[in-house]
């Protein structure tokens, strides 16, 4: 027992609120910055990161997420890279509605995406399309940690569901039975010593 492999760890982060959060609209890849509680957020969350003494900190390259990363890299005295694989969605022709306007403009449509059922949306991705691509860069991240080391990738929440239960090698429909992680919200994952990732937290 005394000579296992100290274990690796992934800490996903949720970016902080922006003003379109705050009003329900549906972003998407539109490239969104961080409002004042969201700046607040993310340096706020910045110290909790940086005392798990991070090597690594990855980042979706939209705008929301890029400030997240540079307050956190910032306290941990890091240089945040920034990778495409780790976008939200895109979401097509929803992207810019608020969810009043999609539930005028379709309540069924509407009703699916709010049961995370996104399937079909016009010029969207499709949910596999997303969980690979954030699957990948999560075992990129995890293959480019050393033993005991902790990686972070900030990303966005719907994304960070479907790619964490894809990485995690669970069904994809199991990203529906997770809760929706708040804005600078965090997931762990860790290695055992088998090699096998498991879900340590979630949502903090």
């Not at 954030?134 to 990738?153: M, R, W």
Request: include cysteine; proline fraction near 4%.
């Amino acid at each position: 027992m005394g000579n296992e492999t100290p274990a690796r760890r992934i800490v996903l982060l949720r970016h902080g609120r922006t003003a379109w959060n705050a009003a329900h609209r549906i972003q998407g890849q539109i490239d969104v910055e961080l409002d004042d509680v969201g700046v607040d957020q993310a340096r706020s969350v910045a110290p909790l990161i940086a005392a798990l003494e991070p090597t690594l900190v990855w980042s979706s390259d939209l705008a929301r997420a890029r400030m997240t990363a540079d307050e956190v890299a910032k306290e941990a005295g890091l240089v945040p890279s920034y990778d495409a694989r780790l976008r939200e969605f895109t979401l097509g022709e929803f992207e810019g509605l608020t969810h009043d306007e999609l539930r005028v403009r379709d309540a069924g449509a509407f009703d699916r995406f709010r049961r995370d059922e996104w399937v079909g949306i016009p010029g969207a991705e499709s949910p596999l399309e997303v969980a690979d691509r954030i699957s990948a860069a999560l075992h990129d991240l995890a293959d480019a940690l050393g033993p005991g080391e902790t990686g972070v990738a900030v990303t966005h929440g719907a994304a960070a569901r479907a790619g964490l239960v894809a990485f995690l090698g669970w069904p994809l429909a199991t990203a529906r039975d997770l809760r929706a992680i708040g804005n600078c919200g965090r997931v762990f994952l860790e290695q055992r010593p088998t090699g096998d990732w498991l879900l340590a937290a979630y949502n903090l």
